[in-house]
T-cell receptor, first 112, second 117 residues
Framework: GENVEQHPSTLSVQEGDSAVIKCTYS??????FPWYKQELGKRPQLIID?????GEKKDQRIAVTLNKTAKHFSLHITETQPEDSAVYFC???????????FGTGTRLQVFP | DAGVIQSPRHEVTEMGQEVTLRCKPI?????LFWYRQTMMRGLELLIY????????DSGMPEDRFSAKMPNASFSTLKIQPSEPRDSAVYFC???????????????FGEGSWLTVV
């Protein structure tokens, strides 16, 4: 089945700097890759997603890139702000199923 | 729409007791998922339903766990008997037509925080 690995597990950056979180997946047929943000005590919420027919997608300060050949995708946050501090999860959809498999999460801390 | 609604939000129960968690998916969504979140194991998919039918329950830990979806607007996750290692946040989530079919992502409820003592 699908397996998703995520790195790093924790990431600390200064406000205004960029943050990059990387994920790899195992099933080459996976075709949908969302990113979720989870604030302390809250539910995971979708922040951006990408399909396998697209290499990059951007939404204001957030971008996601996908390398199908290498089977990895990354989340890029530019001009980080303290409110970006949260746990970020990548996920991949297992081929021919509805099973969204999550990475282990990255705790991002943005220091003012 | 009110989103995915879960109850109870918090539950503390004694070991051996039965626990029932409830979920109301977003109206019109036809796929429903139960996830469990712990520090050690992260977000694990327990079971998911499509059009009220269980499709994959391979993530259900053991026979003490069971889930039902009697209609399109209600699902339960039951643990009987409960054990301290079941302590976790249980999230219900829903989507329209399923993630694979249409790429519509899943939306999570606020979660049920379960503590078994």
């Amino acid at each position: 089945g699908e397996n998703v690995e995520q790195h790093p597990s924790t990431l600390s950056v200064q406000e205004g700097d960029s943050a990059v979180i990387k994920c790899t997946y195992s099933d080459s047929a996976s075709n949908y890759f969302p990113w979720y943000k989870q604030e302390l005590g809250k539910r995971p919420q979708l922040i951006i997603d990408i399909r396998s027919n697209v290499g990059e997608k951007k939404d204001q300060r957030i971008a996601v890139t996908l390398n199908k050949t290498a089977k990895h995708f990354s989340l890029h946050i530019t001009e980080t702000q303290p409110e970006d501090s949260a746990v970020y999860f990548c996920a991949a959809i297992a081929y021919n199923t509805d099973k969204l498999i999550f990475g282990t999460g990255t705790r991002l801390q943005v220091f003012p | 729409d009110a989103g995915v609604i879960q109850s109870p939000r918090h539950e503390v129960t004694e070991m051996g007791q039965e626990v029932t968690l409830r979920c109301k998916p977003i109206s019109g969504h036809n796929s429903l998922f139960w996830y469990r979140q712990t520090m050690m194991r992260g977000l694990e998919l327990l079971i998911y339903f499509n059009n009220n039918v269980p499709i994959d329950d391979s993530g259900m830990p053991e026979d003490r766990f069971s889930a039902k979806m009697p209609n399109a607007s209600f699902s339960t996750l039951k643990i009987q008997p409960s054990e301290p290692r079941d302590s976790a946040v249980y999230f219900c989530a829903s989507s329209f037509l399923g993630v694979a079919a249409s790429g519509n992502t899943i939306y999570f409820g606020e979660g049920s925080w379960l503590t078994v003592v």
